[in-house]
């Protein structure tokens, strides 16, 4: 404590009297934190000149889930001028485009439903195509209108923020009770809209900007822009700083501008969005399996900070790579507090001439991992010790081997390999079994219950012994035994990508489970063969027929447990629809636009919302668009509904 009041008195006077200061804003919260913190355990040490004395309606039981009729994707990143250039080079190889550029407010997304121009419902993004019902606390923000200017069905899609004013006041009022600080605006908000009593919601003065409507076309709108225009005009709160652009660098303009001047807005922004303005554009570009292909989001240069690195510590990941992480002295970083920082691998510890007991600066690498950027060599006292690589897996003691620039635990029976391949079957890309957090598996993994991710489906014959730990009751542990019975239903997909066969992520286990439809189909499949695969590559053809061939019994042992192995998606391929692009226009009399595209995609065909020279079929109803024109210029064949209907016959 006396050290601390030693610090502080030393950084005040040189802040305030000699306006020199040694330390950051940062270092110097975190010292005043620490003393408060000794001072209210012992209050008896207090003393009188410490500097611390100079410190100044509708209530839900739950949320229901709500199914997204459109996913709601997340945006990819950039995070520099020169990436900014590439997503532009990449979209001007398939269009010429301009671009809308709005503020990335630092919120929690949200889906508004309206029903002849009234409210009906408002769900959370959750994990993208499953939100949770918010109905009761959006209809307590003021920016969100109960009922629009005109009496149609629309879908809008926005943001929910709370301002640095009602964030400062409703800091104000925790303090006066004695409760603990929000971190952040954004934390702010997302605990508001996640209260049961709305009372709570209004409370809290939240606001919603509105960016996106899911299906313009509906509404005969053409650019995104306009789009933005059209949500505006039936009332809802657009964002005045949108701006429409020609180019890329226009949109460095716009970046370099809101850079400067984010501070003087009234809210949070932690970026900015780029749009391609152009629906149909759009839609040529299409999607990832996670992102529109069409749009992106600027991040702002991470916030950084220092603290004291005070160890290196090594961890094992699921495919045996030892990772070096710097252990360091807390300190909060972007609302939360951080003690642990990766160090990626060996040449990226020697390269920036880490060593222990430095200070270095943090930052979070995509506003989320915590890293190390760089060492204050000139803070060094010599007391500081060179960092060595180890030899050794810090869990097995086997010998680590060296690949490029990481090195790898190579025995199969390592224990933190299992813990960590056992975290990802559970997960929520492969079978989702939920319940499972790290710290579970980790405890069963040590208690013997599970050791390899067929041992989830025996946890029920434990069911006793399971309820006679800490923290486990009746209700938690019927919870996760009903979880994973449940996980036995889901498609091959998920199970291919829960086994963790290397460079088979989520979109290769959905491509491979589609084609093959079956367990033994994939595994009786050539080297040769998967080859012949969409997207599948040599790395990833050798890596499937070596997980089959070394696998342990494992397919045999879930298949005990009547685990599905089936793919469950649609897979009635058509040769007249497989693998092709169709374009619907005009109004279909016997089915509709959606039973169309249902029909086309179980076929496996492709439904496009423009037409270009990759379209196979331009299918026409009554009073076609402009999209019938585009097919006589670009020559791209043309079919009627009863010779559509007729290739679904045939």
Same mark, same amino acid.
């Given at each position: ?173 925790? *303090?006066? /009770? ?8 954004? $934390? =702010?908000?997302?605990?508001? #809209? &996640?209260?049961?009593? !709305? ?113 290196? *510590?090594? /961890? ?8 070096? $992480? =710097?252990?360091?002295?807390? #300190? &909060?970083?972007?609302? !939360? ?113 599970? *050791? ?199």
């Amino acid at each position: 404590m006396n050290e601390l009041i030693e610090l502080i008195n030393k950084a005040n006077y040189e802040y305030y009297i000699m306006d020199n200061p040694s330390i950051t804003d940062q270092e110097y919260d975190r010292y005043m934190q620490e003393l408060i913190k000794i001072e209210k355990l012992h209050p008896e040490w207090v003393k009188d000149d410490s500097p611390t004395k100079r410190v100044g309606g509708e209530v839900i039981s739950q949320f229901k889930k709500i199914v997204h009729e459109k996913p709601m994707l997340s945006l990819s990143n950039v995070f520099n001028e020169e990436e900014v250039r590439d997503f532009d080079e990449k979209i001007k190889k398939e269009v010429v485009p301009n671009y809308v550029c709005e503020l990335k407010i630092d919120g929690l997304s949200v889906s508004l439903l309206y029903e002849n121009g009234k409210l009906v419902r408002g769900a959370t993004r959750g994990d993208g195509v499953t939100g949770e019902d918010i109905t009761h606390n959006v209809k307590t923000i003021k920016t969100v209108p109960l009922v629009i200017n005109q009496p149609i069905d629309i879908e809008v899609r926005g943001e929910i923020y709370m301002s640095k004013k009602s964030f400062n006041q409703l800091n104000e009022k925790r *303090k006066l /009770t004695n409760q603990e600080l929000l971190a952040n605006p954004r $934390n =702010a908000a997302a605990g508001s #809209v &996640r209260q049961l009593d !709305s009372k709570v919601a209004a409370s809290r003065n939240l606001d919603c900007f509105i960016y996106h409507l899911p299906n313009p076309e509906d509404y005969n709108i053409k650019t995104h822009y306009e789009a933005l225009e059209f949500m505006k005009s039936l009332g809802f709160n657009v964002n005045p700083n949108i701006e429409l652009v020609e180019n890329v660098d226009e949109v460095l303009k716009y970046i370099d501008k809101w850079t400067k001047k984010r501070d003087e807005l009234p809210y949070e922004i932690d970026g900015i969005v780029i749009k391609t303005n152009d629906i149909k554009q759009q839609q040529l570009l299409g999607f990832t399996s996670k992102y529109p292909k069409w749009a992106t989001a600027y991040k702002f240069p991470a916030l950084e900070v220092l603290t004291k690195l005070k160890d290196i *510590k090594f /961890t094992v990941g699921r495919t045996g790579q030892v990772t070096p $992480n =710097a252990v360091l002295e807390p #300190v &909060r970083l972007m609302g !939360s507090v951080i003690s642990r920082a990766t160090l990626h691998n060996e040449d990226y510890v020697l390269a920036k001439h880490i060593k222990i007991g430095d200070i270095v600066s943090i930052r979070k690498a995509g506003d989320v991992i915590p890293e190390v950027v760089a060492v204050k060599k000139e803070r060094r006292t010599g007391n500081e010790i060179d960092f060595k690589m180890i030899e050794n897996c810090p869990i097995c003691h086997s010998i680590l081997i060296k690949k490029d620039s990481a090195y790898y635990c190579v025995n199969e029976k390592c224990d933190k390999k299992k813990i960590e391949n056992l975290i990802h079957f559970v997960s929520r890309d492969a079978m989702y079994i939920e319940g499972f957090g790290d710290r579970i598996i980790e405890d069963f993994y040590n208690m013997g219950y599970l *050791k390899d991710i067929d041992d989830f489906y025996n946890l029920k014959n434990y069911k006793e012994e399971l309820k006679e730990l800490e923290g486990f009751g009746e209700k938690s542990i019927n919870n996760l035994l009903e979880s994973i019975e449940k996980s036995k239903e889901n498609s091959l997909e998920r199970l291919l990508f829960g086994l963790g066969i290397r460079y088979v992520g989520s979109k290769t286990s959905k491509i491979l489970a589609k084609k093959y439809k079956n367990i033994d189909n994939l595994i009786n499949a050539k080297y040769e063969e998967l080859l012949t695969t969409k997207d599948i590559g040599e790395r990833i053809a050798q890596s499937v027929v070596e997980y089959f061939a070394n696998d342990n019994g494992m397919i045999d042992k879930l298949k005990r447990h009547n685990i599905n192995m089936l793919y469950l998606g649609k897979t009635n391929v058509n040769e007249n629809f497989d693998g092709k692009i169709f374009v619907l226009t005009g109004t279909l009399s016997s089915i509709t636009r959606n039973e169309a595209k249902e029909k086309i995609e179980e076929m496996g065909g492709n439904v496009s919302g423009s037409v270009s020279k990759k379209t196979d079929f331009v299918i026409v109803g009554e009073n076609p668009g402009s999209k019938y024109d585009d097919a006589i210029k670009l020559n791209v064949p043309i079919l009627n509904e009863q010779e559509f209907l007729s290739k679904i016959n045939n």
